[in-house]
């Protein structure tokens, strides 16, 4: 059964950091396109940060230069090191995974594995 478990997610103080964790169970996603969301209440989804099957990343551009995407493919886990938070930062992150190499710098959200979300919450 495929699944992704989220953590990391918790409170911290403006300028703080986080690193949040997707781990992947049955399945190596090798080559698969892979992305970080997240959904601010009142608002709508949002990409942060997409990394391709072959190491590339994409950033919205209010996380550029403060967070990195990366993975471990001993551990088949993604992560998302996020420094300098904002108090805009503050929203739910999912993170999502093709379930298909379809390529592409994002994931396809029509078709993907979605983890169960964790609550990013920066306080000013």
């Known amino acids: 059964q495929v699944q992704l478990v989220e953590s990391g997610g918790g409170s911290v103080q403006a300028g703080g950091s986080l690193r949040l964790s997707c781990a992947a169970s049955?399945?190596?996603?090798?080559?698969?396109?892979m992305g970080w969301f997240r959904q601010a209440p009142g608002k709508e989804r949002e990409g942060v940060a997409g990394?391709?099957?072959?190491?590339?990343?994409t950033y919205e551009d209010s996380v550029k230069g403060r967070f990195t995407v990366s993975k471990d493919n001993a551990k088949n886990t993604w992560y998302l090191q996020m420094n300098s938070l904002k108090p805009e930062d503050t929203a739910m992150y999912y993170c999502?995974?093709?379930?298909?190499?379809?390529?592409?710098?994002?994931?396809?959200?029509?078709?993907?594995?979605w983890g169960q979300g964790t609550q990013v919450t920066v306080s000013s």
């Open positions: 049955g399945y190596q996603y090798t080559g698969h396109t």
């Open positions: 990394l391709d099957g072959a190491g590339s990343t």
């Open positions: 999502a995974v093709d379930r298909y190499p379809y390529g592409g710098s994002w994931p396809h959200p029509w078709d993907v594995y």
